[in-house]
């Protein structure tokens, strides 16, 4: 069964430094891996996903992700936060023919000034 | 568009009591899913479909029904309402697996 960890439950960063947060994933075959965000009391917000080909992946606001087979990783990176990006932020894993999302347990960002 | 809409935003329901979330979408997507968040768990699949017509079972499927007559409208049914179901509740919608879901804004149910 596929499934997805994310090692830090929060983290805390200052307004204007590099944030990177680390997912893991176990699944048996290509898998389908998108970062999602959540804002408090908001539902969830695609990031950006990969699929296939090129490893870097960039998405909206700023962010990017590295695929990393040997490593099963699928980490998100953004070179300066800013206040606005203190929110949930989940990763997740689908197969080629499977549509059924299986998410971490999210992390938690805190930007402080 | 108004992409994946939920109602209620927020229900108080009494144990044993029986409701029906409502979810529509408006993007002609097949698939639809139910996923329940709870603190320190993330999302975890409720049920699932794939085209009108057709649903399965997700990860925690119990004391909850679902049916999908239309494209548009995935209703997730609770018959009897218990406290461990207390959670916030969100629908979903794609295309397909590789292009990411669209969620919904979701509904927060408490049980008491």
């Known amino acids: 069964a596929q499934s997805v960890t994310q090692p830090d439950i929060h983290i805390t960063v200052s307004e204007g430094a590099s944030l990177e947060l680390r997912c893991n994933y176990s699944?048996?075959?290509?898998?389908?891996l998108f970062w999602y965000v959540q804002s408090p009391g908001q539902g969830l917000q695609l990031l950006l996903k990969y699929f296939s080909g090129d490893t870097l992946v960039q998405g909206i606001k700023g962010f990017e992700a590295e695929f990393k087979r040997s490593q099963s990783s699928f980490n998100l990176r953004k070179p300066s936060v800013h206040w606005s990006d203190a929110a949930e932020y989940f990763c997740a894993v689908a197969g080629a023919n499977d549509y059924k999302l299986s998410f971490g347990a999210g992390t938690t960002v805190t930007v402080r000034a | 568009n108004a992409g994946v809409t939920q109602t209620p935003k927020f229900q108080v329901l009494k144990t044993g009591q029986s409701m029906t979330l409502q979810c529509a979408q408006d993007m002609n997507h097949e698939y639809m899913s139910w996923y329940r968040q709870d603190p320190g768990m993330g999302l975890r699949l409720i049920h699932y479909s794939v085209g009108a017509g057709i649903t399965d079972q997700g990860e925690v499927p119990n004391g909850y029904n679902v049916s999908r007559s239309t494209t548009e409208d995935f209703p997730l049914r609770l018959l009897s309402a218990a406290p461990s179901q207390t959670s916030v509740y969100f629908c979903?919608?794609?295309?397909?697996?590789?292009?990411?879901?669209?969620f919904g804004s979701g509904t927060r149910l408490t049980v008491v």
């Open positions: 699944y048996g075959a290509t898998p389908y």
């Open positions: 979903a919608s794609s295309w397909g697996g590789d292009y990411g879901y669209t």
